[in-house]
């Protein structure tokens, strides 16, 4: 944190507090449930897009982290990134034994903000490209000590999991139950709450 940083109770612009509204009471919480869930379950039903012929004999997403961070936004809107990063865990059956392959991924979705009359909020997640999706494989001993026509087989699905993220990420944001929870009527909520 800089020093010059607002703290608790000073003074801020109109601005400074509709953004960190936004931030703060809507978007965190509101993405962490929605997006998050969204996003695990795209990349664990991302396994039929992987090889056959590599057997996949297990696959599984675990999330570790979820990040939300500002971005700058065009004209004076407000903007974020949000950022998934977990372990992907898969084992695929080589020559009839498992190995684990596991991959580090990170997704970063861009949510633009909306703000609609009169007091409605829209969080709109922008379609992903593969840039904004990264995949590491780790290569443990077993995975190293494979002959190398095997391991050329496998170093493309890193390739692969990655566009098939892409795929299925984008296919869940265009969901309809999505774009209803990320839509916040601030003056409906406001007046079940003041009666």
């Known amino acids: 944190m800089s020093d010059n940083a607002p703290q ?11 953004e960190n509204f936004i931030r703060y009471l809507i978007t965190v919480p509101r993405l962490k449930g929605e997006v ?11 396994r039929s897009a992987l090889p056959n012929d590599l057997l996949v004999a297990s696959y599984q997403f675990k999330p570790s982290d979820l990040q939300v961070h500002h971005r700058d936004a065009e004209g004076s809107g407000v903007a974020f990134t949000l950022q998934l990063t977990g372990l992907l865990d898969i084992t695929l059956r080589v020559m009839g ?15 633009d903000v909306e ?3 009169p007091l409605t909020i829209h969080l709109v997640p922008q ?17 190293r000590a494979l002959p190398t026509q095997l391991l050329n087989r496998i ?7 990655r566009e098939a993220i892409v795929r299925e990420v984008n ?3 265009q969901r309809d139950d999505l774009r209803e929870a ?11 709450k003041l009666g």
């Open 8 to 18: 608790p109770g000073d003074l801020i612009s109109y601005q400074a507090f509709g």
């Open 36 to 46: 998050e869930e969204t996003l695990r379950r795209t990349v664990e039903g991302s």
């Open 97 to 111: 034994l498992p190995v684990r392959t596991p991959m580090d991924v990170e997704i970063n979705v861009r949510i």
């Open 115 to 117: 703000t609609r009359y």
């Open 127 to 143: 379609a992903i490209s593969g840039r904004e999706v990264k995949v590491k494989a780790r290569m443990p001993k077993e995975l």
């Open 155 to 161: 170093n493309p699905l890193v390739m692969t999991v």
């Open 171 to 173: 296919a869940q944001l």
């Open 182 to 192: 990320t839509t916040i009527d601030v003056l409906k909520i406001a007046s079940k």
